[in-house]
């Protein structure tokens, strides 16, 4: 991993820092200096946590100064039983165990850069190179961003993840998980068009797991995989169980978007259920939104007033997040 060696700084590695917080139930915050980070962080504190990135303008993912990377992957034709998509993330939170009660993050950039000999990870190549895992507890993030190709970012049944602005790129399925996540003024970058922008479980019974989208965006990465015409290919998620759940709303659909909006997980096994499976938009607009083409078997269009009263944040998590910093994420 890479050294910083700023005189203000009292550690040359986040890690570093990480390893010195004290064993308590004080809040504490790193502030991290500029520069790229070679690094895989493992985020198992229980008391409040932030991570802070120094940038010279707060409420612009584009002027983050702070990059944190590695380049690993699970290659899916030799996968071990032992082996998990975890196994490859540049960051996690809450790790087999209780987690991480209150974690905030800022400004930073997330980044798997994996690599098959050498040469950056294409899709196909290998298999899921997660940036951020957060399998544990509650997290939030503001203007930060992350980036990969296969699994770009997971939430677990028992994490709880809020993102406030930012960008998340990647190609198949790299919105995928089965708790819950709310995007707020949040950019999806797509290099590819295999899979859907989001794969999500459900479980039985009322609960409000999914993937939720507010005041959002659509668009194609700047750096798409080399010879793909992701121009109406991308769908906006399929089902990884029939108890998925993906929700778009006021949010901006370029021309990537796959006219029909959603499809079923495969031809040969839908794990689609009409009113179990739940795809909604509501207020999309943009040159991929196509009415007269969305496939309302496989979704519902609903109006902005029923979407605010059925999906708010508070209606997702009971209340609002008491975690959540409401400088960034309003009411």
Known sequence: MEQHTDPQAGYGTINGA??????????????????????????????????????????????????????SYI?????????????????????????????????????????????????????????????????????????????????????????????VVGATDYIYGYGKAYFQGTQLANRGNGGGIVAWKGTAGNNTYGAYF???AIVAATDPEPGVNLTYSCPLGRPWNNMSRAVYMNTYMSDIVLPQGFMQWQPTNPQFVPN????????????????????ETLESVISP?????????EKVFG????????????H
Request: proline residues 7%; charged residues 10%.
């Open 18 to 71: 990480l390893a010195a917080l004290p064993n308590d139930t004080s809040p504490q915050v790193i502030l991290v200096g500029p520069g790229s980070y070679h690094e895989v962080l493992n985020i198992t504190r229980q008391a409040p946590l932030t991570l802070l990135g120094i940038t010279p303008n707060p409420e612009a993912w584009e002027t983050n100064l702070v990059h944190v990377w590695n380049s």
């Open 75 to 167: 290659n899916q034709t030799t996968q071990l039983p032992t082996q998990h998509n975890a196994d490859a993330c540049v960051l996690t939170i809450g790790p087999y165990g209780p987690g991480s009660s209150d974690f905030k993050m800022y400004n930073i950039d997330v980044a798997n850069r994996a690599t098959v000999n050498g040469v950056e990870y294409k899709l196909g190549q290998t298999g899921p190179s997660a940036a951020l895992f957060v399998t544990n507890g509650n997290a939030s993030f503001y203007q930060s961003t992350f980036r990969s190709y296969q699994d770009t970012l997971y939430v677990g049944q028992t994490g709880n993840a809020v993102f406030s602005g930012g960008q």
């Open 214 to 216: 507010n005041n959002s």
């Open 276 to 295: 179990l499976t739940i795809f909604v938009e509501s207020g999309s607009y943009g040159p991929g939104w196509k009415p007269r083409q969305r496939n």
């Open 305 to 313: 007033q029923e979407a605010t009263t059925r999906f708010s944040i």
């Open 319 to 330: 209340t609002f997040p008491s975690w959540v910093d409401t400088n960034y994420v309003y």
